[in-house]
């Protein structure tokens, strides 16, 4: 079983920065991580993802440019680095793990992210 913890949300102005942090325990081998997130009203959506070796990464549009996604395999931890934050990047950020990138970037489609974490907050105001 694998259990993946958020944390790092808060508020923070427009313009801001902040940084997530996932940490991962259990049985993590080989496991590609991402980002997800999900504002009120929304549907859960894609935000970042990183292979095991850290060699593909993948971000939406409406972040690309802005947010960075690393991971740290020794440590178990996979980061989100959020810059020039805007209203709209309002939402509960969800860690997710699945055996590839394309797994992971399925989401909670039948062959999508095995793992799922509980969520932090990150509130952009303006």
């Known amino acids: 079983q694998v259990q993946l913890v958020e944390s790092g949300g808060g508020l923070v102005q427009a313009g801001g920065s902040l940084r997530l942090s996932c940490a991962a325990s259990?049985?993590?081998?080989?496991?590609?991580m991402g980002w997800f997130r999900q504002a009120p009203g929304k549907e859960r959506e894609f935000v970042a993802v990183?292979?095991?070796?850290?060699?593909?990464?993948y971000y939406a549009d409406s972040v690309k440019g802005r947010f960075t996604i690393s991971r740290d395999n020794a440590k178990n931890t996979v980061s989100l680095q959020m810059n020039s934050l805007k209203p709209e990047d309002t939402a509960v950020y969800y860690c997710?793990?699945?055996?590839?990138?394309?797994?992971?970037?399925?989401?909670?489609?039948?062959?999508?992210?095995?793992?799922w974490g509980k969520g932090t907050l990150v509130t952009v105001s303006s």
């Open positions: 990183i292979s095991w070796s850290g060699a593909t990464t």
């Open positions: 259990g049985r993590t081998f080989s496991f590609a």
């Open positions: 997710a793990a699945g055996s590839t990138t394309a797994q992971v970037m399925g989401g909670r489609g039948n062959y999508g992210v095995d793992y």
